[in-house]
């Protein structure tokens, strides 16, 4: 078990793990307290696009682990951070700090990973900017 432990740790598959743990969390206490709360309809637009950019997010932390190219691992790593980011900063005094921490993650992630990645830098940048970006359609919501 410890030796399983270490060879995620020496890969850095811990970090992308962790992201999504995270996320995974946040998930549940965010439905947990809109269950609670109760919602009416002119809400429900809105919860249902947080929880879509958390199964987005989700989702780009789960395949930055088991895609099988380095680059797309990387570009999937960045559009998940860019939505945990800014999804972060806009929940920050609800749930924001969890997908901060998540995000920070993710980040360190692709920046110990590098090397590997190599050749996908724009792609990688194009899906950080428009997962950054499509938190901030709540505004439209």
Known sequence: ???????????????????????????????????????????????????????????????????????????????ASGVLLSLGVLGLFSIGLLLLIAGVLLVMWMKRTRAQRGGAYRATVAAFLIGAVLPWGLALV
């Open 1 to 79: 078990m410890v030796s399983r432990l270490s060879d995620l740790a020496r890969d850095g598959r811990l970090l992308p793990i962790g992201a999504a743990a995270l996320v995974a969390l946040t998930i549940a206490t965010y439905v947990t307290v809109i269950v609670r709360q109760g919602t009416n309809s002119s809400d429900l637009a809105t919860v249902g696009f947080v929880i879509a950019l958390l199964l987005i997010a989700l989702t780009g932390s789960v395949c930055a682990l088991v895609l099988a190219s380095p680059d797309a691992r990387g570009v999937a790593a960045a559009g």
